[in-house]
């Protein structure tokens, strides 16, 4: 064992790979920073600051995309119809209306449950 591991109080060494705007971008932020090397910013920026967990219920995500689907198919059929009469029926916009109308809801829904 070296002098330098004897004298050493962190032992554990991490390293990681970074693209080169992210390490520019690093390396801007620790100039800024009160630290005087990268190893204490990084280890400041890991441990000591907040990092923001997502944590999503991808259910409300399944289901608006059963709805987007379900729209998909109704408007496929309405052009289809429209194509085949050369008439577009008030019903059928309004009955479109209401869909994209209980999308909206729930995608307001899902918004506003995020942290």
């Known amino acids: 064992m070296s002098n330098l591991s ?13 693209y ?7 390396e801007k932020k ?7 090397n990268m190893s204490s910013y990084l280890r400041e920026a890991a441990c000591y600051n907040k990092v923001v967990v997502h ?8 289901k608006i995309g059963k709805e987007l689907n ?9 052009v289809a ?10 019903e059928d916009l309004n009955y479109l209306k209401e869909m994209v109308q209980k ?5 307001q829904s899902i918004l506003s449950n995020l942290p």
């Open 6 to 18: 004897k004298k050493r109080k962190r032992t554990e060494k991490i390293e990681f790979y970074v």
């Open 20 to 26: 080169p705007e992210e390490k520019l971008l690093i």
């Open 30 to 36: 620790m100039e800024l920073s009160k630290h005087p």
């Open 55 to 62: 944590n999503y219920d991808f259910g409300d995500f399944k």
């Open 70 to 78: 379900s729209i998909g198919v109704n408007i496929n059929q309405l």
């Open 81 to 90: 119809r429209v194509n085949s009469t050369d008439n577009v029926y008030q």
């Open 103 to 107: 999308i909206w809801h729930t995608l």
